[in-house]
Structures are given as structure tokens and as C-alpha cells.
């Protein structure tokens, strides 16, 4: 079984700061990409970022200029950074990863069960 874990989530004051981390644990050959997405209360999941385990990364828009991801691929691994945090920062992060179980399976996308970040006064 695979299972992601994250963890930091919590209250923020607007101009703050976060960091996230998820941890992809059990029968695990390879973690392919790395990411982080978000929903916020009445919308859609959205992607926040992305990273490949070569180190390639890509963000969304709205967060662009203001995240660091990063990963750690002996631990399996991905953390997420925020800075500037914003009220409409405001969501439910949910870690993801592409993961082989074995050498002889396809990668399957696997996620975690999301970590509440709020960001107000």
C-alpha cells in the first residue's frame, strides 16, 4: 500500500508564511512527479505546483513569485513554501505523486488527504 502524509498545515496571518511537506511511504519502486494542489471552500481543486523528479518545476499563476517546491527523492518527499501569504490563500492543500509500485507496473497517481491552510487575522 501507498499512503501520502502531509503535514504543516494551520492558521496564518496575511503576509505570512508556510511551509508543507508530504511524505510518500510504503511499497514504492519510484515517485515520478511531485505536486501540490489546493481547494478552497466552494471551487474546484486546483493546481498550486509541480516537480519532476529531476527537479523540473512549473506553478500556477496565482501563486507564482511567492512558492518554493522542492523534493527530496531518497526520502520521497515534496515541500511546498508560500510566501505573501494571502487570504484567498485560504484551502485545503492535497499533496500528489505519480508513483510505480513495482518495476513492472505503470506509474498510478496517488494523493494525500489534504492538510487545512487559513489564512486571516
Known amino acids: 500500500q501507498v499512503q501520502l502524509v502531509e503535514s504543516g498545515g494551520g492558521l496564518v496571518q496575511p503576509g505570512g508564511s508556510l511551509s508543507l511537506e508530504c511524505v510518500a511511504s510504503?511499497?514504492?519502486?519510484?515517485?515520478?512527479?511531485m505536486g501540490w494542489y489546493r481547494q478552497a471552500p466552494g471551487k474546484q481543486r486546483e493546481l498550486v505546483a509541480t516537480i519532476t523528479r529531476s527537479g523540473r518545476r512549473t506553478s500556477a499563476d496565482s501563486v507564482k513569485g511567492r512558492l518554493t517546491i522542492s523534493r527530496d527523492n531518497v526520502k520521497n518527499t515534496v515541500y511546498l513554501q508560500i510566501n505573501t501569504l494571502k487570504p484567498e490563500d485560504t484551502a485545503v492543500y492535497y499533496c500528489s505523486a505519480l508513483i510505480q509500485v513495482t518495476s513492472l507496473t505503470m506509474p498510478k497517481d496517488y494523493w494525500g488527504r489534504g492538510t487545512q491552510v487559513t489564512v486571516s487575522s
Open positions: 510504503g511499497s514504492i519502486f519510484k515517485v515520478n512527479d
